[in-house]
Structure formats: structure tokens, C-alpha cells
């Protein structure tokens, strides 16, 4: 999990060398302020937790999901988000037993979003909020729901001054098989 958010921030600065110039341009592409809407295809990294004596192991996994918020600025906005997502989960006892089983994961919350524009395209971004998960594996007679903080980083690219594209990588305090995401979303500018 580390390697993976190293990476992305790797790739961040990366991006932001590459396309960083000398002067900002103020364009509409890289200034916004306003509603958005940003609908989201999700991977699930997937997490091993302890369960009482026995251990559950998510595998990676899919879902789908979406942002809607309010640019105040072209460096602030605050966001709603969902997201609902599946994997399978290995749970194995205090004797090397084992049993799969489908997980399904409801999430909401609430996001500060800081951005800031490297150039008239690239946009990169953190994110820090508070979220809810409901977690239901119902072959392991497991559900129940937590809440906690989150946070996320990323970049966006924008193709017109309403279309741009965005990668993310969001981690949670919340104690789930379902783990961390990386996520690909598409967002409209109103």
C-alpha cells in the first residue's frame, strides 16, 4: 500500500515537471469556479483484517461512484460523494480453514478539495473529508458500518473548459476488507 501511494506521488510530481511553465496561464481550462458532477469507475485494492481469531482477506475489486460539488475558487471546492463497490473476501480460521465469500460496500461522505493548476491542462489535487462505509458479507454473516476520516490525492486533465479527466488514489481510516481505491472519473463543469 505504501509502494502504490509513492507511486502516485511519483507520478504527481512527475506530471507536474513536465507540464509546469514559467508563467501560469489564467485560462478557463485551468480556472473553474461553479457546480461539477464527476461520475467514477472504481478499483478496490483490497485489505487483510483481523476478525476474532479468524483473518479476511479482500481481493481487489470494482465498483462505481460519484462526486458532486462547488468550486469556490479555482484552488477550493467542497464535495458530496458515493460510491458502491463489490469484492471477494477469504476468510480463513484459527485452523487454516477457509471460506469465500462476496462483499458489498456502500460509502458517502463529505470532501475539502484543494487544487491547484500546472498548467492550462493539469490540475493536480488533495482531498481531506470524513466518510461513512456500510460493509455486508452475508455468506460470513458479517455486516455493519463505520465512519472515519479520508483523504485523497491526484490529477485532473482538462479537454475543454466543461470535460476533463481524473485519476485518484483515496485511503481511509475505516477498518474494511474493502481497502484503498484508485479511481477514474470523468468531470462536467456546469
Known amino acids: 500500500m505504501k ?3 509513492l507511486v502516485m506521488i511519483s507520478l504527481i510530481a ?9 508563467e501560469r496561464h489564467e485560462t478557463q481550462l485551468a ?6 458532477f464527476e461520475p467514477k469507475a472504481i478499483f478496490l485494492v ?3 483484517i483481523k476478525d476474532g481469531e479468524a483473518s479476511l482477506e479482500g481481493n481487489s475489486g470494482l465498483g462505481f461512484g ?7 475558487t ?7 460523494d458515493g460510491t458502491f463497490a463489490k469484492n471477494d473476501v477469504t476468510e480463513t480460521d484459527s485452523l487454516g480453514d477457509t471460506r469465500k465469500s462476496r462483499a458489498s460496500y456502500y460509502t458517502y461522505g463529505t470532501n475539502a478539495v484543494l487544487t491547484y493548476p500546472v498548467s492550462t491542462h493539469f490540475i493536480i489535487l488533495g482531498k481531506v473529508g470524513y466518510g461513512y462505509e456500510h460493509e455486508e458479507i452475508r455468506d460470513l454473516g458479517i ?3 463505520e465512519k472515519a476520516a479520508n483523504w485523497a490525492v491526484g490529477v485532473e486533465y482538462s479537454f475543454t473548459p466543461h470535460l476533463e479527466i481524473s485519476l485518484e488514489y483515496e485511503a481511509a481510516d475505516i477498518r474494511s476488507t474493502r481497502g484503498n481505491t ?6 462536467y463543469k456546469l
Open 66 to 72: 460519484f462526486d458532486l460539488g462547488y468550486s469556490f
Open 74 to 80: 479555482e484552488y477550493f471546492a467542497l464535495e458530496l
Open 182 to 187: 484508485v479511481q477514474l472519473g470523468l468531470i
Open 46 to 48: 483490497g485489505e487483510t
Open 14 to 22: 512527475l506530471v507536474a515537471s513536465l507540464h509546469a511553465e514559467k
Open 31 to 36: 480556472t473553474h469556479t461553479g457546480v461539477y
Open 3 to 5: 509502494k502504490i501511494i
Open 143 to 145: 455486516k455493519g458500518s
